[in-house]
């Protein structure tokens, strides 16, 4: 079908090659419908060739296979025929029961045709040529009935338990995959993994389309399943090992590092739930869509700044994801409960979605998967993850490939992501943590200072990007009314917290009282003072008042005189010149 | 096509009766179904053996149905069939399979349990 394609716009590009940019025939591809698979194979299995899916003993072939098939039929509307060489019908459609596939449902719809084919080797016997044209008759009766577009051999193989011809089996598998192409069948062929080679008898050089391997591996008692496509003939696709989970909804892969660094960026910001912290990020908070790794010592104050950040997040309307390493649901808002963060509320609402689940449960890929499809379901704008540390059921190279991925993945969906992180006392956090940092947007540090028989909480904000963050070391208190940042007491070299700074902040409070008062003794003093010379201002005041009355007195007395003197002199003139002019007597007794 | 009616000419149904007859007395009857797909040279090969066979060494006592997978494919799935082309026996129990073109009389008639019969005989 696609060839009959590929040559009938083949004429037509020819004729206009020098005027149009030729588009090279792409490859058609049949989505699979398992989670992640179409996303690293851009598309999902070739459309109308075999490709074959190898692994082990339950790494997960038949369930690949089957879904591949079921998710055709319900979501793509491409019937299918099963083909099972193992397993029979009734207990294939058990095994996937589980999934929520209903397989004889899909049955009675035509939607889906199963047939089960015994190689039994104890009741055959050869007698000359033969050719399995018996198969081809059955899997044509099954595609002509429901008219189906995908098949599914498992495990074709098993046929070579039944026949002695094995060259014979090969050039029937080979006219069998010929059949299947002609056809335009998306054929998928599970087979077991042989002895240093992908499938025990070699299916792999007759289907070279595509080759998917599933790997189902154990370290450290922690089972991993992983898949990869080793080969994909004219596609691109992710070449890397793939985690994957099957679960309660089918298969799930994980494409973990095929995300660029092209996140949008977020200039919104978002509040810690903590004012003061708030206060030291520019007074805004955290930049949405960035990862905030908050670390310290155990008991240091990480789960409640988290939980601030996971109350604050609810109240505003918006979605939260918190994964619990550590602790229940229950022991979780009991605990935040007594430092005054509510997350009862939000949980009954439905904005906070609280999930806690044991470290050891599953491999690093596992969590990572478990959280990928949390994240799918909630949809949340805040993931918490307390603590991320726990994760390190691996190695620290692997847990950074995880946790790398983990946070590409929130940011390019511009969720915004708040690591914990425990770090041993005695360990230098800086050295320890350098893988994760560089992932890190905003690095929140609290530490424990021991000091004068007391144990107290300090946070500082190490580093934060694109913000001018504070450099200042609080003390971090937790109280009923939550968690609270004071300034700590910086001096000699040393911080103060707890009662020391008290104490500290007592002495300067005295120290400040003293000051006070002997400022104001001062300025009573010159006050009085004041007074004083004013008071001595006044009564030179009043001397120099006297002093100018009594001379004023003095000025007229004397004038009085002088002019009596005149007036006398004006007299005794007067009476001299009579006296001259009659009589000696006159003259006599005005001069004595 | 035309060479299987020549042989086959009684019924135009692709299950049909060849060489049958009542069971005999003096052995076990024999049930057998030939699946064949349309008119290959190994199924016409396998066809005149078994009917060469049959009249050598099972003497009336049996029933032979030759099966045309490409007209009734549906029935492929009953008996298992994957090889072609393939002898089955039905009866007597338990079922065999014999594939092959039957050139092999020898391991046919082991296949049958035919030779011990015979020799019981």
Known sequence: ???????????????????????????????????????????????????????????????????????????????????????????????????????????????????????????????????????????????????????????????????????????????????????????????????????????????????V???????????????????????SHGADEYPFLIDEQGLSVLPVSAMKLNHAVFNER??????????????????????????GTSGSGKSSTAAHFAEQTCREGKRCLYVAFEESQAQAVRNMGSVGIDLETPIKKGLLRFEAWRPTQNGLEMHLLRIHKLVEEHQPDVVIIDPVTNLTVGT???????????????????????????????????????????????????????????????????????MAH???????????????????????????????RLSQEARERAEEQSRQLQTEQKRKELERRRAAVEAQIDVLRSQLAEDEDRLKQVMQ?????????????????????????GNGRNALAEGA | MTARVKVVPKRPMSTRHLNGSAPSMNGEFFELRLYVAGQTPKSLTALANLRKICNEHLDGRFELHVIDLVKTPQLAQGDQILAIPTLVRNLPQPMRKIIGDLSDTERVLVGLDVRKNMEAR
């Not at chain 1, 008759?137 to 577009?149: E, N, Y």
């Not at chain 1, 391997?213 to 596609?235: C, E």
């Not at chain 1, 978002?270 to 670390?295: H, T």
């Not at chain 1, 005149?566 to 009579?578: G, H, L, N, Q």
């Open chain 1, 213 to 235: 391997f599933l790997d189902h591996r154990v370290n450290d008692q922690v089972s991993t399943r992983r898949m990869r496509v080793i080969k994909y003939r004219g596609s």
């Open chain 1, 270 to 295: 978002v509040s810690s739930g903590i004012p003061d912290l708030d206060a030291m990020l520019e007074g805004k908070g955290y930049y949405r869509g960035s990862s905030i790794l908050v670390s």
């Open chain 1, 470 to 500: 504070s450099n200042q070391v609080r003390e971090f208190v937790m109280s009923k009314e939550g968690v609270q940042l004071l300034p700590v007491y910086v001096g000699a070299g040393t911080v103060l917290t707890g009662s020391a």
């Open chain 1, 1 to 211: 079908m696609a060839g009959s394609h590929k040559n009938a716009e083949r004429p037509r590009g020819a004729g206009t090659l020098t005027e149009q940019p030729r588009v090279a025939p792409t490859l058609e591809k049949s989505p699979t419908g398992i989670s992640g698979f179409d996303e690293i194979t851009n598309g999902g299995v070739p459309q109308g060739r075999p490709t074959i899916v190898c692994g082990g003993p339950g790494c997960g072939k038949t369930m690949f296979a089957l879904e591949f098939l079921v998710r055709g039929a319900m979501q793509y509307h491409e019937p299918g025929v099963l083909m099972t060489f193992e397993e029979t019908t009734d207990e294939m459609t058990k095994n996937v029961a589980s999934l929520g596939f209903d397989l004889r449902e899909l049955e009675a719809q035509k939607k889906l045709f199963m047939d089960y084919v015994r190689v039994e080797p104890t009741e055959i016997q050869e007698t000359g040529e033969y050719d399995l044209e018996g198969l081809f008759v059955r899997l044509q009766h099954a595609v002509d009935s429901i008219g189906a577009k995908r098949v599914v051999l498992d495990t074709l193989e098993a046929v070579f338990s039944g026949f002695a011809n094995s060259g014979l089996l090969r050039a029937e598998i080979r006219r069998l995959f010929r059949w299947l192409k002609d056809r335009g069948l998306t054929t998928v062929v599970t087979a077991e993994k042989g002895d240093g080679t992908l499938t025990r008898y070699g299916l792999e050089e007759y289907v070279s389309d595509c080759v």
């Open chain 1, 396 to 466: 620290i190279n692997e847990m950074h490939s995880t946790l790398m991925r983990l946070i590409d993945f929130l940011k390019s969906r511009g969720t915004t992501a708040l690591l914990t992180s425990l770090m041993g006392k005695d360990r230098d956090l800086e050295q320890t943590e350098v893988g994760i940092s560089s992932l890190i947007d905003t690095w929140i540090f609290l530490r424990d200072v021991e000091l004068n028989g007391e144990r107290n909480r300090c946070l500082y904000v190490l580093k934060s990007r694109g």
């Open chain 1, 557 to 581: 007395e004397e004038e009085g005189r002088k002019q009596q003197v005149d007036e006398e002199a004006a007299a005794m003139s007067k009476i001299r010149r009579v006296e001259s002019a």
